[in-house]
Nanobody, 121 residues
Framework: VQLQASGGGLVQAGGSLRLSCAASGRIFSSAVVGWFRQAPGKEREFVAAIRWGSGVRYYADSVRGRFTISRSSAENVAYLQMNSLNSDDAAVYYC???????????????WGQGTLVTVSS
């Protein structure tokens, strides 16, 4: 399965964006799809994840209440709705899939290319 992230762009502080992560094939119900982000000079950090089969969601404290992860099982697409964006959210966002939930990049085996989110003040 190949992953393709899209939807990044330039947004004003306080604005919203929706990222998409499209899989080239079926995502199995046992899989977990996660979103990570990486700002310049910083390590890649966990943002959110969803268990594909059950839909159980996980969030980093920094985005809880502002971001929502969701999925379309029929279309094999995961989404990240991002609201109330601020400068700390500016980063390259990556989606990834793995067989186990985790908040570190090593828990995920397949990665998409990143999509850049820029937040202007």
């Amino acid at each position: 399965v190949q992953l393709q992230a899209s939807g990044g762009g330039l947004v004003q502080a306080g604005g919203s964006l929706r990222l998409s992560c499209a899989a080239s094939g079926r995502i199995f119900s046992s899989a977990v799809v996660g979103w990570f982000r990486q700002a310049p000079g910083k390590e890649r950090e966990f943002v959110a994840a969803i268990r594909w089969g059950s839909g159980v969601r996980y969030y980093a404290d920094s985005v809880r209440g502002r971001f929502t992860i969701s999925r379309s099982s029929a279309e094999n697409v995961a989404y990240l709705q991002m609201n109330s964006l601020n400068s700390d959210d500016a980063a390259v966002y990556y989606c990834a899939t793995g067989s186990e939930y985790g908040t570190t990049p090593k828990a995920y085996k397949k990665w998409g290319q990143g999509t850049l989110v820029t937040v202007s003040s």
